[in-house]
């Protein structure tokens, strides 16, 4: 505050200088009107032998003008003619510029008063002139003219003075307004201090509220904006936590089994045991890490979907080629797994509706399409079918993925529980980390689509696998990437 302060003071000089010469100027213009109507009333017109008439002063013009003799005042007098009737003859004729005219608020329109900036012999001086039409009795007669000038330097002491007696008190004041200013501000601010250094005095553990009753009322809604942050903070952290428990529990139990599984075949080697009980345990040590490595994968796939980065690295998607390419990718399980995995293409855009795709990032909507796939496989027993399937609505700009099993099913108080991270359905034996439909949430909710779970056919009696949908519906966008 005392930067802009200081700042202003300058121009606060300058406009108060402006201001003074304004103010010094009004009078000095009136008493020049003044003396001119005063030095007009004396022109008086003489009548001369053979009829001839001239212009004449009624007084001497000493006893009209004070300063004069010195040069600070000088008048002009011309006649009837032009001649000179008294004065200085050096003073410039009118008319002058014509956007240096200010005419006056005295006379009448055929006597008005006009004040101009004029130099003589080099000197700025302020004139004050006017025609006597009214004087005029006989065709071929000029208007007289009277003129009065003086120089600017009463105007400009005039103005310094106003100036100092504006700008003196203001000397005066400027240092007790800074030192005020600072004392208040100093006095302001101590409560922030406070709260600085409590906040810098904090452990970084520690995510509790700021007492909003110990802050400076100014600063009020701040300090609850920042406990707000801190506590979502909080709860974030949280969640960062029970995620890395949970994650260190889930790989714990395989990383035990390997090794478990590798001291077994060691001991079997080195008493020269059984080899096909050898092979068993390196088939389970290559199960087990096969189940780490994929779990870590999708540790690795949730942290990417939960970067709010990749939500910013957007392009048009086309969600029926990765599909397509994903059920590719899983055909070979399925024939292991004797369950019938199946591909729908959407149906050609209607005559006159351009190609639609959704606009997203492909790593991340590639992972959603596998953890589905995956999942239904999971979930569904041999002999079942998992049918993968993209819907276009090109009047409402929508992309649908289903994702359909003839497995057991969900039931719906479970349908908001399986995407929490790690957990699993239960009455269930399938071995899998619990992740897959945690990082499905996620990348759904960054490409702010909507999924939904429902049976894929209706439940009743003798219906012992409704089976399972997955719906995800894609904003969508004219246009096909790759």
Do not use: C
């Amino acid at each position: 505050m005392l930067v802009p302060l200081l700042l202003l003071w300058p121009l606060s000089v300058t406009l108060t200088w402006l201001i003074s010469q304004n103010i010094a100027n009004k009078p000095h213009d009136r008493e020049l009107e003044y003396l001119v109507q005063a030095l007009a009333r004396e022109v008086v017109r003489v009548h001369e032998a053979g009829g001839r008439s001239r212009m004449d002063l009624a007084v001497p013009p000493q006893s009209l003008f004070v300063g004069e003799a010195d040069g600070h005042r000088q008048i002009q007098v011309l006649g009837l003619r032009g001649e000179l009737v008294a004065g200085n003859p050096a003073l410039p004729l009118p008319p002058y510029e014509v956007t240096a005219l200010e005419p006056a608020q005295r006379g009448t329109v055929n006597e008005r008063i006009y004040l101009s900036d004029i130099e003589v012999d080099e000197v700025p001086m302020r004139v004050a002139w006017m025609r006597l039409h009214e004087r005029v009795e006989e065709s071929g007669e000029e208007p007289p003219l009277v003129q009065v000038a003086e120089t600017l330097g009463e105007r400009e002491l005039l103005a310094t003075e106003v100036l100092k007696g504006v700008l003196l008190p203001q000397y005066a004041i400027l240092p007790l307004a800074v030192l005020l200013v600072w004392m208040a501000l100093t006095r302001g601010l101590a409560p922030l201090e406070v709260l600085q250094r409590r906040i810098r005095a904090r452990r970084s553990q520690d995510l509790s509220p700021i007492d909003e009753r110990e802050a400076p009322e100014e600063v009020a809604p701040l300090v609850s904006a920042i406990n707000d942050l801190l506590a979502r903070l909080e709860e974030s952290v949280a969640t960062q936590k029970r995620f890395l428990a949970d994650a260190a529990h889930q790989l714990k139990t395989p990383l035990a089994g390997l090794r478990m599984q590798a001291e077994l075949a060691q001991r079997e080697i080195a008493q020269g045991g059984d080899p096909q009980q050898a092979r068993r345990s390196l088939q389970q040590i290559a199960r087990a890490s096969q189940n780490a490595t994929r779990m870590v994968n999708q540790l690795l796939a949730m942290a990417r979907a939960e970067d709010p980065e990749q939500a910013l690295r957007r392009q048009p998607v086309s969600l029926d080629a990765i599909a397509a390419e994903t059920v590719g990718d899983f055909i070979q399980r399925a024939l292991d797994q004797r369950i019938d995995l199946g591909y729908e293409a959407p149906p050609k855009p209607p005559p006159g509706r351009a190609p639609i795709a959704l606009q997203g990032q492909p790593v991340l909507v590639r992972e959603l399409v596998r953890n589905l796939v995956d999942n239904a496989l999971n979930y569904t027993p041999s002999g079942g079918a998992v049918t993968v399937r993209v819907l276009y609505d090109y009047y409402g700009r929508v992309a649908v993925l289903q994702v359909e099993d003839t497995g057991v099913g969900i039931a719906e108080a479970e349908r908001e529980l399986v995407f929490q991270p790690f957990y699993r359905a239960l009455g269930t034996e399938v071995d899998g980390s619990g992740l897959g439909l945690a990082i499905v949430r996620e990348i759904v909710e960054r490409h702010a689509a909507v999924i939904t779970i429902e049976d894929a056919r209706a439940r009743g009696p003798g219906v012992t696998h409704p089976g399972t949908r997955f719906s995800v519906r894609f904003p969508a966008v004219s246009g096909r990437g790759a």
